[in-house]
């Protein structure tokens, strides 16, 4: 029996990448599971129930974006892609007075740029099929935190990024849809905390005496987070759904804390920083006078 149609889906190491692959393909569709190594792509391939396929693929590279592309290309032939997946992400997080301008560049090069970049070379087989481009972005790009500037900075610049697509690939049938999740169980919540204490290290002297305090307070949050956070299906059935409705939403706003973080996001910026800061003295179990205060005005307390 013929298969649904063939999809990329990048950043498949682990995660909520991992986790489409192995659905996707367990749904009969020909899944090429993007990884940067080999060992990587094997025990993906050793889970999966179907055809799926390891491309070894690192969003930031030019020539390993052109080689996946070509593979691709010979393996589907005039068929094209029924959808691509941009999944591939990091996060890297502190404050932004003292982040090496390199990480900041890094996190933008993976998060923002290697998604265009792919998206360019697989859009002649997307356009074939008049495939789907389904962009994994985030609830980040709807409010921010503080020390994840650079994270929530790449994901605002998703959003933008996947409102010209639709626009633009409209005219040729090729449809475009952005996941938000908010805390989802992967094990991105580690990593970023790997990374947090890597770039703490990188700090100069003094910067802990300033902003010592709000980086624990924010560690809670992330661990908080991670200990709350939704089973990485529902993101999976958002994919799905974007992949093969008939008439799929143009975002998808998945996880439990949605509603929270998407009313704050709309909150007038004073009121939305007060709230923000106080969530974030409780959780250091520090004073108010820690923590920067926002502008005067009315006293806002925050539940």
């Known amino acids: 029996m013929a298969h649904p149609g063939s999809v990329v889906v990048t950043g498949a190491s682990t995660g909520i990448g991992w986790a489409v692959s192995l659905r996707l393909a367990e749904l009969g569709y020909r899944v090429f599971a993007g990884v940067r190594k080999e060992a990587d792509g094997e025990s993906l391939r050793q ?51 003292f982040l090496p301008i390199a990480e900041f560049r890094r996190e933008m090069e993976v998060n923002v740029t290697g998604q265009v970049a792919v998206t360019q070379a697989f859009l002649p087989l997307l356009r074939k099929r008049r495939g789907r481009i389904i962009n994994i972005g985030s609830i980040s790009g709807l409010s921010t935190v503080p020390m994840f500037g650079p994270y929530c900075a790449s994901k605002y610049a998703m959003e933008a990024v996947s409102d010209a697509l639709r626009m633009e690939l409209a005219p040729f049938g090729v449809r475009v849809a952005l996941l938000e999740p908010s805390s989802i169980a992967t094990p991105i919540w580690s990593k970023s905390l790997t990374e947090a204490d890597r770039l703490s290290s990188m700090m100069p002297p003094g910067a ?19 200990r709350t956070a939704a089973p990485v299906e529902t993101v999976v059935k958002a994919v799905l759904h974007a992949l093969t409705a008939r008439r799929p939403k143009t975002r998808y706003l998945v996880g439990s804390k949605v509603p929270l973080r998407f009313i704050l996001g709309l909150l007038p910026d004073r009121l939305k920083d007060r709230l923000i800061l106080g969530q974030l003295r409780r959780l250091g179990k520090q004073s108010a006078a820690t923590l920067p205060e926002p502008a005067s005005g009315s006293k806002v307390v925050a539940e």
């Not at 396929?53 to 068929?79: E, K």
């Not at 802990?208 to 991670?226: H, P, T």
Request: no cysteine.
């Open 47 to 97: 889970e999966a129930a179907g055809q799926l396929y390891p491309l070894i693929l690192d969003v930031t590279d030019a020539a390993s974006i052109t080689a996946a592309a070509a593979q691709v290309a010979v393996a589907v032939g005039g068929t094209g892609l029924a959808g691509l997946v941009n999944n591939a992400g990091i996060a890297i997080t502190g404050p932004l007075e």
């Open 208 to 226: 802990e005496a300033l902003y010592g305090k709000q980086i624990a307070a924010v560690r809670n949050l992330a661990a908080d987070a991670s």
